[in-house]
C-alpha cells in the first residue's frame, strides 16, 4: 500500500477546496449557471424530432421527465460531493477511477469532450450569424435549414460543399470565443453576465408567436397523416426528449462537483437543481417546442420531410412575402450573440481541464487554441448539426462516469471517500460496460451495422427513440457495485479527512 506524499500525483497534491466562507446561496451561483446552460440554442433547437414519435403533450411530459432525471440522476451526487468536499470533479473522481485512473477519466476525458461542444458552439453561431444576414449555412453535410426559407437560392447555390462564406465566419468567431475562454475565467464571466436575459426575452417571444398566429390543430392533423401516435400522453415521444435532454447534460451533469463546491449546504445542492436544471428544462423545451409545433401547423407538405428545428420555425413566424423578415433575422443574430458564453465556457474548458492534468498551466493558451482548432474544423464539415447522435455519445460517454460515481458515494455511506491507488479498475469496468449500452442505439452505430437509421417504422426507428444515457448510468452503478463488492477496490491514499463543509 502507497503511503506519503510520493504516491500522490502532482494535480492532486495541488488541489485547493474552496473555503467556507467564500461559499454563497443558490441563486448566485448554481441555479443561473445551469440555467445558462439550457439557455442555449444548441439544447432545443432541435428537440422537434420528438414529433416524429408522439403529440405535444407527449414531448412535454417528456421536458418534465428529462429534468428531473437530469436533475436527481444526472447531478445530486456530483454536486454533493463537490459541496462535502469543495473540489471539482477532476479530484472527486480519483476514488472511482482511483488517482492514476482519474488522469484520463474524468480528467483528460472531460476536456476532450469539450471539443466536441466548442464544434457545436462554433457551428451554431456561424450558422445563425449567416442565417440573420440573409445567407444560408452550407457545409459538406448539405443545407441545414429548410429549404423553402432560401427558396430564391438555385440547387446549385444551395448543394453541398465546402462554402468559402461559412469556413470564414467559423474562423472569425471561433479563435475569438477560443481567445477569451483561454485569457481565462473572469473574461468567461464577463460574456456570460448579460448572456440569460437574451434567450428568455426571444423563447418568451417565439412561444407567444406561436399560440397566437401558429396551428395546432393542423400540426397534430399533419402528424396523424405520416402515421405519427398522437393519442397517447406518453409514448416513444417522451423517451426520445429523455434521451436528447439527458445527453446533452451528460457533462453538465457531472460537472456539478465543480459548481456546487461553492455552495454552502445540502440545500444549496438541491434547490439550484430544481431551479437550475428541472425548472429550466421544463421552461426552455416547453417554450422550443410549442413554437416548433405552432409554427409548423402553418407548413405545406409532408410531415416527414418537415425540418422540425426551432430556428426554422421562427422564420416561419416571422416572414414577409415567403421570406423571413427583419425580426426573424434579428432574433438569429441574438441567438448568435447569446451563444457566445457557451461557447467561451467550452474552451475555458477544454485549455483548463487539459492543462492542469498534464500539469502545464503556463500552456493553458496554447492548449486551448489547438483544441478549438480541432472543433473549428468539426464545424466546417457540418458534422456538428448532426446533434441527436452527439447528444447521444455524450449521455453513454458520462452516463456510467456519474453512476460509477453513484455507487461509490454509497458504498462510503454518502461521504466521498479520498483518491484510490492506482488505477480503480471497478470504475473503468462500469464505464466500459455503460458507454457500450449508452451507444448501443446510436445513429453512428445503426449506420455502422447497416441499418437504414431514417426509416421509420423499424426496430432501430423505436430503439433510438429509448434514453439509454439513463440506462448507462443505471449499467454502470451496478457494474460499478458488483465489482467493488466481489472484486474489490484499490487502497485509499494518504488524504485530509475533514469535510470541507464541516462547520
Known sequence: MANGNAAIPAYLRTA?????????????????????????????DQLGEAFRYGGLWAV??????????????????????????????????SSTFGARGGFLIPGIFMGLLQI??????????????????????????????????????????????FDPLFIGMALVWGYAFALVGGLGIQYVARVAQFFPIVPILLLLIGGVQAWWYGNFTQFHQLQEKAGVDVADPINLATLFIMQMVVGFFGTAGAVGADFCSNNRNEDDVKWGGVFGIWLAVIFTAGLALITVAGAFGNAQGEFSKMSLRYGDALAMLNTTNGRPNWLAKTMLILFAIGSMAPACFCSFIIGNSLSTMLARPQARLPITLAGATIGILIAMTGASAQLAPYFGLIGASFGPVIGAMIADFAL????????????NWAGYGAWFVGFLVGISNNDVVGTLLGVDVQASGTWWHTWRAHPTGIYSLITGAVVYYLLARFVGLPARLPWPTRDSSAP
Request: glycine fraction near 12%.
Open 16 to 44: 485547493t477546496p474552496v473555503p467556507r466562507e467564500k461559499r454563497s446561496p443558490w441563486y448566485v451561483n448554481t441555479a443561473p449557471s445551469y440555467a445558462g446552460i439550457f439557455l442555449w440554442i444548441a439544447f432545443y
Open 60 to 93: 412535454l411530459i417528456g421536458a418534465v421527465f428529462a429534468g428531473a432525471a437530469c436533475h436527481l440522476l444526472f447531478y445530486y451526487v456530483p454536486g454533493l460531493l463537490g459541496m462535502q468536499t469543495g473540489l471539482p470533479l477532476y479530484i472527486v473522481g
Open 412 to 423: 462510503s455511506a454518502g461521504r466521498w471517500s479520498g483518491p484510490r491507488e492506482g488505477i
Open 116 to 161: 466536441g461542444w466548442y464544434s457545436v458552439a462554433t457551428y451554431y453561431s456561424t450558422k445563425l450569424i449567416l442565417n440573420g444576414l440573409g445567407w444560408p449555412a452550407i457545409t459538406p453535410y448539405g443545407l441545414a435549414e429548410d429549404p423553402k426559407t432560401f427558396s430564391h437560392f438555385s440547387a446549385e447555390q444551395l448543394a453541398p460543399r
